[in-house]
């Protein structure tokens, strides 16, 4: 069953792309509120979508700005969390990307 899964979104890309964009709005209201986690939204989005999608690629350097911003922030007070959110980041980076290289080679096999 999940091979003909994984065939079919391989097979029709912009039914692929379109949930990527679905699973990338979620992680953004998930980021939003408090209620809703977002990781999971961005981690499907970036599956489906792929680490070298355009759009993705821009709101990754997006986010990375702003955590340089954060952590360079004229505002001492803003310094603190700007680091601590830029280790969160990296911590996450670190933990997600191997397993994502994983996922998009099988895939690929599929």
């Known amino acids: 069953m999940m091979r003909m899964i994984l065939r ?6 912009t039914i692929r792309r379109v949930l990527g964009f679905l699973f990338l709005a ?4 998930g980021s939003l509120f408090p209620i809703v986690p977002g990781w999971p939204g961005y981690v499907l989005a970036i599956i489906l979508l792929g680490r070298r999608d ?7 350097l997006i986010a990375r700005f702003t955590l340089r911003w954060l952590r360079r ?23 997600i990307v191997p397993r994502l290289i994983a996922f998009e080679r099988h895939i690929d096999r599929a």
């Open 8 to 13: 079919f979104l391989r097979l029709n890309p």
């Open 54 to 60: 355009r759009l993705l690629r821009r709101f990754h």
């Open 26 to 29: 979620l992680g953004l209201l």
């Open 73 to 95: 922030a004229p505002v001492p007070h803003l310094r603190g969390p700007g680091r601590w959110l830029s280790n969160q980041y990296v911590e996450l980076r670190r933990a």
